[in-house]
């Protein structure tokens, strides 16, 4: 019986034909993706922005009165509140903000959320508390810059790490291949303003570690063929490298996709934003190893001569004495 193969043995993909247009493209994308945290700003959720969260179940409805619970509760007097579905049809989250006078004040934060709760229920009897969360306003601002912190240090480890097992050159296109994959993320959560929370910053760095395995399969292929190519140019080179591995990255993106997409599709929605987000890096995962990782060595100098070792004084001595130069 003949194996099914998704990618012929002798592609032959002249990938980095359009080198120039892809990083072109990329780099708007990054830029507009930026400009999109900046203007509009992301979603942060209750762990990031602070405030009061409150999930709960409508034991006698199919469905959870989104609308009717927004009318409701914005008559509080706390801000426009941020309601959703929240796992099954008829569960919700609801989600205020906490004001100014209430930072630092359990009993405040109690009152509130025991206001929301009693309005909820003046209306909807069956509406079943199932958790009641306070974040301040300082605790979230600490999880921004803990968060902050753990993406720039794997960012950077990766770099260093990659760095030291092939050349610079490789560590600044891994560096740059993962800030364009975190770049289009946080693009993506600004653009549809899905809650940003700490579900999605554990996607960021699942995200980055896949771009991360990816990159080094071609980067090591490369240097292989660094190695046993030499005269061969270096675009030629690439372009053979990412095919010869192109059977290997496309079953690992489809394997992965398997098993998210149903989790996207019909999953529940407390989990949408996590997997979207790792369903965008498989993609931009995959493109920027083969379109940002690969072709910036070229612009970095990298040519046949980077893995071979540089003659020491003693071996240009032996090969003097042996008549060899």
Do not use: C
């Not at 796992?87 to 930072?103: D, F, H, K, M, T």
């Not at 965008?280 to 970095?300: K, R």
């Amino acid at each position: 019986m003949k194996l099914l193969k998704l990618v012929p043995d002798d592609t032959n993909i002249k990938f980095l034909k359009w080198r120039i247009p892809f990083y072109v493209v990329s780099v708007l994308l990054i830029a507009a993706s930026w400009a999109l945290v900046l203007t509009k700003g992301l979603n942060y959720g209750v762990d990031f922005a602070g405030g009061q969260e409150i999930t709960g179940t409508f034991l006698e409805e199919q469905d959870a009165p989104i609308g009717e619970l927004r009318d409701t509760v914005g008559t509080l007097g706390l801000g426009d509140p941020v309601i959703q579905r929240f796992g099954e049809a008829n569960q919700v989250s609801i989600r205020v903000r906490l004001p100014e006078s209430a930072e630092g004040d359990p009993a405040a934060a109690n009152r509130i959320s025991t206001q929301i709760i009693d309005t909820v229920t003046a209306e909807h009897p069956d509406f079943r508390v199932d958790s009641n969360n306070t974040v301040s306003g300082k605790v979230s601002g600490e999880f921004r810059a803990t968060a902050l912190q753990a993406l720039l240090f794997a960012m950077v480890a990766i770099a260093a790490y990659i760095w030291i097992r092939f050349e610079w050159q490789f560590g600044v296109g891994a560096l740059f291949a993962l800030f364009h994959d975190v770049s289009l993320t946080l693009g993506m959560f600004a653009l549809f303003q899905m809650e940003f929370s700490l579900q999605i910053i554990a996607a960021i760095l699942a995200i980055i570690g896949y771009s991360l395995n990816d990159t080094i399969v071609v980067y090591d292929r490369i240097r292989e063929n660094l190695k046993k190519y030499r005269r061969m140019h270096l675009p030629e080179l690439l372009d053979l490298s990412v095919n010869e591995t192109l059977a290997r990255t496309v079953m690992t993106s489809l394997t992965l996709l398997i098993a998210l997409l149903p989790l996207l599709l019909f999953g529940p929605a407390s989990l949408f934003g996590m997997v979207a987000a790792i369903v965008l890096g498989v993609f931009v995962g995959t493109y920027s190893s083969v379109y940002m990782a690969a072709p910036i060595l070229i612009w970095l100098g990298v040519d046949s001569n980077s893995f071979v070792p540089e003659e020491s004084v003693a071996d240009r001595q032996d090969k003097k004495a042996r008549g060899e130069i």
